[in-house]
């Protein structure tokens, strides 16, 4: 199955196959990037997990967990090249959309405090930072904390 989600950028089903172009746009864009278990491993649970490519190169990922009403956005990537392009929007509209399709009535993620693109994105798709998990990221120095943004969809 495909989605397409404009008129460039196309998503289908995170495969196998997938997994190291996913994984080198993991390690280029996060300094503790998911593992290759990490993606094998929500593949394997059938949580949604989706790559976003333009023509044949994968440009960005998503992975989302649908349970009991609520959606979580569990990771969103952009590949370095693709950053400022509009492909993270697209991402996040079709995650939203798929959520809400499959019954969800709130979606909810976390980002870390100095992700200022990530949260600045979020926010211009409704998201509101409804909470702080403390010292829930690794950081170079300690611990970073996350704030945890929702979105209603009903």
Same mark, same amino acid.
């Given at each position: 199955?495909?989605?397409?989600?404009? /008129?460039?950028?196309?998503?289908?089903?995170?495969? +196998? @196959?997938?997994?190291?172009?996913?994984?080198?746009?993991?390690? #280029?864009?996060? %300094?503790?990037?998911?593992?290759? $278990?990490?993606? %094998?491993?929500s593949? *394997?649970? $059938? !949580?949604?997990?989706?790559?976003?490519?333009?023509? /044949? =190169?994968? =440009? $960005? !990922? &998503?992975?989302v967990?649908?349970? +009991? &009403?609520?959606?979580? @956005?569990?990771?969103?990537?952009? %590949?370095p $090249?693709?950053?400022?392009? &509009?492909? &993270?929007?697209?991402?996040?509209?079709?995650?939203?959309?798929? %959520?809400?399709? /499959?019954?969800? #009535?709130?979606?909810?993620?976390? =980002?870390?405090p /100095?992700?200022? +693109? #990530?949260?600045?994105?979020y926010?211009?798709?409704?998201?509101?930072?409804?909470? =702080?998990?403390r010292? !829930? !990221?690794?950081?170079?120095?300690?611990?970073? *904390?996350?704030?945890?943004?929702? @979105?209603?969809? #009903?």
């Amino acid at each position: 199955m495909s989605a397409q989600i404009d /008129s460039i950028t196309t998503c289908e089903r995170m495969g +196998a @196959l997938h997994l190291d172009r996913v994984l080198a746009i993991e390690k #280029a864009v996060h %300094a503790h990037p998911w593992t290759r $278990g990490n993606f %094998a491993d929500s593949i *394997d649970a $059938g !949580y949604q997990c989706w790559i976003a490519h333009r023509q /044949s =190169v994968i =440009v $960005g !990922y &998503g992975v989302v967990t649908i349970e +009991a &009403g609520e959606a979580h @956005l569990l990771n969103l990537s952009v %590949a370095p $090249g693709w950053q400022r392009q &509009g492909v &993270g929007a697209e991402l996040t509209r079709f995650f939203v959309k798929l %959520a809400r399709d /499959s019954g969800a #009535a709130k979606i909810f993620l976390e =980002v870390r405090p /100095s992700n200022t +693109a #990530a949260r600045a994105l979020y926010r211009s798709h409704g998201f509101a930072e409804i909470g =702080v998990r403390r010292d !829930y !990221y690794p950081g170079p120095e300690g611990r970073e *904390d996350a704030l945890v943004m929702e @979105l209603a969809l #009903a």
